[in-house]
Nanobody
Framework: QVQLVESGGGLVQAGGSLRLSCAASGRIFSINAMGWYRQAPGKQRELVAFITSGGRTNYADSVKGRFTISRDNAVDNAKNTIYLQMSSLKPEDTAVYYC??????????????WGKGTLVTVSS
């Protein structure tokens, strides 16, 4: 099994920045793509960004140019961590952000593991 633990959420003013982290542990050798989803109140969960095992990235149009996903494959520490640097935050970025991991190298083909989520609130 794989465990995903997010951190870094919180309250920030519009225009500000936050950095989310997600640490994967367990059978990390089974993971390829990792990414972030978010779910705002009353809305469906949506993909924010994902990164492949080789470092290729993909972003939702709504966050391009403002968010950056990155990855640290610390195999020797038996952990695999991804980050989401969020800048120029807007109130509409308010959501619970979920870390996701997939055995395939494209998270759009399906998520195999989910974190519990971290709340990001952007005040106007």
């Amino acid at each position: 099994q794989v465990q995903l633990v997010e951190s870094g959420g919180g309250l920030v003013q519009a225009g500000g920045s936050l950095r989310l982290s997600c640490a994967a542990s367990g059978r990390i050798f089974s993971i390829n793509a990792m990414g972030w989803y978010r779910q705002a109140p009353g809305k469906q969960r949506e993909l924010v960004a994902f990164i492949t095992s080789g470092g290729r990235t993909n972003y939702a149009d709504s966050v391009k140019g403002r968010f950056t996903i990155s990855r640290d494959n610390a195999v020797d520490n038996a952990k695999n961590t991804i980050y989401l640097q969020m800048s120029s935050l807007k109130p509409e970025d308010t959501a619970v952000y979920y870390c996701a991991a997939a055995r395939r190298d494209n998270i759009l083909y399906g998520v195999d593991y989910w974190g519990k989520g971290t709340l990001v609130t952007v005040s106007s």
